[in-house]
């Protein structure tokens, strides 16, 4: 098992930036596949952004060309970059390993018009 807390979400306008992190905490193989996921209001929780050990990442097409997910191995921390903000980007943003079970608390992220 993995424990993750996520942090860095807040209000912005839109066309801002965020950067989320998420810290992981447990046996290392766990984070050799993390991903991002959210929870925008009356929707089911959707995939944003993946990065594997070997550093290639893969997007959702509603963030690609505005989100970057990185790790720094070092820190045991996945980071989410979040640029050109919309309204529709509101929601709460969850890191998850891929390969071993847990959720974080999620970080609230709040883009107004």
């Known amino acids: 098992q993995v424990q993750l807390v996520e942090s860095g979400g807040g209000s912005v306008q839109a066309g801002g930036s965020l950067r989320l992190s998420c810290a992981a905490s447990?046996?290392?193989?766990c984070t050799w596949d993390m991903r991002w996921y959210r929870e925008l209001p009356g929707k089911e929780r959707e995939?944003?952004?993946?990065?594997?050990?070997?550093?290639?990442?893969n997007y959702a097409d509603s963030v690609k060309g505005r989100f970057t997910i990185s790790q720094d191995n070092a820190k045991n921390t996945i980071y989410l970059q979040m640029s050109t903000l919309k309204p529709e980007d509101t929601g709460i943003y969850y890191c998850k390993s891929h390969r071993c079970s847990g959720w974080g608390q999620g970080t609230q992220v709040t883009v107004s018009s």
């Open positions: 447990g046996h290392p193989s």
């Open positions: 995939f944003v952004a993946s990065i594997d050990l070997y550093g290639a990442t």
